[in-house]
């Protein structure tokens, strides 16, 4: 599914799954971020509907992964069997590396398998992926491993946000985090989104509901203050 041009959908929620994947393409080379299981096998699924877009999965160079979650990161051992590169942070790295509960494996009764990083960022740090600038934001709370990825296409900015807020199922309607992981901590992923609140943005691409074309920053202050109403102490 093309959301807009250059970006794409290739798991989630128009293909009958929870968790979504996107494929951007950035000059002559594909991002992927995100790829996992939660209810089902998706690998075979995500690289189908790659292929529908005339899109293999040796064009693509690197998985941006925005957290060790397995419905976001399960498919990480195997993607790097087929060349990509895989980035995330030092804290996803360790969880990607003994595929430990930071995994959440036992949400989802699966087995992760343990794969080594590529590339760790740092919070700020600027990769350059296709003569394209992406930005990598440390935004821990939700997990020690959440990253968000700006990349900047046509002079907008479009985020990549993980699952650091969902869209719902209106354009006025936005959900939290889920609270069941190992590392998650209230304040912190508060203060993650007060930091995200204050920063510009003009699409959104959540790891679970629809993308948001527009109004993309609104969402994400909406979501600081449900948090600042409902999660703290």
Request: charged share 20%; with cysteine; aromatic share 8%.
């Amino acid at each position: 599914m093309q959301i807009l041009p250059d970006v794409y959908l290739v798991n989630g929620y128009p293909y009958g799954q929870h968790q979504n994947g996107y494929v951007v393409r950035l000059g002559d080379t594909y991002v992927m971020v995100d790829s996992g299981d939660l209810e089902h096998p998706t690998f075979d699924l995500v690289l189908a509907n790659c292929a529908r877009w005339g899109i293999a999965v040796n064009d693509i160079s690197t998985l941006l992964v925005t957290h060790a979650h397995f419905d976001h990161a399960s498919h990480a051992a195997a993607l790097q069997r087929r060349g990509l590169s895989i980035v995330t942070n030092r804290a996803g790295a360790e969880a990607l590396a003994t595929g430990d509960d930071r995994t959440v494996g036992y949400a989802v009764n699966g087995v992760f398998e343990p794969c080594q990083v590529d590339r760790v960022v740092t919070d700020g740090e600027e990769l350059e992926i296709g003569g394209t600038s992406i930005l990598c934001y440390e935004v821990p709370g939700h997990a020690d491993s959440c990253v968000v990825y700006e990349i900047q296409l046509r002079g907008e900015r479009l985020w990549f946000v993980g699952d650091m807020l969902l869209t719902g199922h209106t354009w006025e309607s936005v959900e939290l985090c889920w609270t069941g992981g190992p590392d998650y901590d209230a304040p912190t992923y508060i203060e993650s989104l007060r930091r995200l609140a204050h920063m510009p943005c003009d699409h959104l691409f959540p790891g679970h509901g629809p993308a948001a074309i527009g109004g993309a920053q609104r969402l994400v202050s909406m979501a600081y203050t449900k948090a600042m109403m409902e999660r703290r102490d």
